[in-house]
């Protein structure tokens, strides 16, 4: 089976978590770092291909402010010709300060276009004070989200979900869904109409960090979400974090595990044929229900060796 090794391993040490960049060498090291990460997610997963329009969704948090400015880098020198558009759904949260958005990416001449929908209205009337919001809010974001998409041409939607997201998400499967899944760089939507893309999925969680403080991205907090503390996402990174603090190179091992999967050492039939391997003959075997009946099968009968003898008569029988 063919297996990806993920550009993880080549990671220089580096500062501490959220540690500032020292000067503009680290800075134009990092970037470029960034930039190579991000080139070789697309080209590995066929993110982007020649006259693709890719609407880049942007929240305002560090993460999508760095995928819109490296895809604009790469946008310059890539060997392909496609447009970007950022798009921001504005949720109408109570003090929201809608014009960050507009003012900067005015300021860096992207083109961009915001999305007014009252959905916090939405979630804050559906959703019991102290309950989790994400799962609604994230279907209404995705919904205006698509919608505009399929509205307006885009071929494909960029995500600002980066390599701690994937694993982080795999294990949020793994110990609330009991599933092995996660969050692909690349997906179909579920109608078919649209085509994911997360370009950062290769790109460490504290270098967007430092790199969103060196660039002074306007960074918008979310107060809709990110305030909960009982989320499972939340206690799933914070044993992550612990992990990485404990185990340093941990996240990167997992993140290049997503990338190597062995179905035949696994327990998952669908991904792999185990009634095959081998198995003695063309008979079909017998399901579950078979085995807990708790009827026998039949014995099969005794062959017998059968040679001529001649009778009283000269006729030839067949004894055993």
């Known amino acids: 089976m063919h297996t990806m090794d993920l550009p993880l391993a080549d990671v220089p040490a580096r500062t501490p978590r959220s540690a500032p960049v020292a000067n503009k060498y680290q800075a134009d090291k990092l970037a470029k770092r960034l930039r190579h990460q991000v080139g070789r997610a697309i080209a590995d997963f066929g993110m982007i291909e020649d006259g693709d329009k890719v609407m880049v969704c942007l929240s305002g948090g560090k993460d999508s402010y760095t995928l819109l400015d490296v895809l604009l880098q790469l946008q310059k020198k890539a060997p392909v010709n496609f447009s970007i558009t950022a798009v921001n759904l504005d949720q109408k949260q109570p003090g929201f300060p809608e014009h960050v958005l507009p003012e900067y990416l005015s300021s860096i001449g992207v083109d961009y276009h915001i999305i007014e929908q ?6 804050s009337r559906v959703i019991p004070e102290g309950k989790t919001m994400c799962s609604l809010c994230s279907r209404l974001r995705r919904g205006a989200l698509y919608t505009y998409a399929e509205t307006h041409g885009f071929t494909k939607i960029a995500l600002g979900h980066h390599r701690d997201d994937l694993v982080n998400t795999f294990f949020l499967n793994l110990f609330f869904h009991a599933k092995l899944s996660g969050m692909p760089p690349k997906l179909l939507s579920d109608d078919g109409k649209h085509v994911v893309i997360r370009p950062l999925a290769y790109v460490r969680e504290d270098d967007i ?11 918008i907090p979310c107060n809709l979400c990110g305030s909960q503390e009982n989320l499972q996402r939340k206690q ?26 062995r179905p ?3 327990s998952d039939p669908k991904l792999f044929d185990f009634l095959a391997l081998g198995k003695r003959g063309d008979d079909a075997l017998p399901n579950a229900h078979a085995w807990l009946a708790g009827t026998a099968a ?16 000269g006729l030839d029988i067949l004894k055993s």
Do not use: C
């Open 298 to 313: 039949e014995a099969e009968p005794v062959a017998m060796a059968l040679h001529p003898v001649r009778n009283h008569d």
């Open 118 to 123: 009252d959905t916090y209205s939405v979630v």
């Open 264 to 266: 035949s050492q696994l």
């Open 209 to 219: 960090e430092a790199y969103a403080e060196t660039k002074g991205f306007p960074i």
């Open 236 to 261: 799933v990174k914070k044993m992550l974090v612990q992990w990485e603090k404990d185990a340093p190179g941990r996240i990167e091992t997992m993140a290049r595990a997503l990338g190597d999967i």
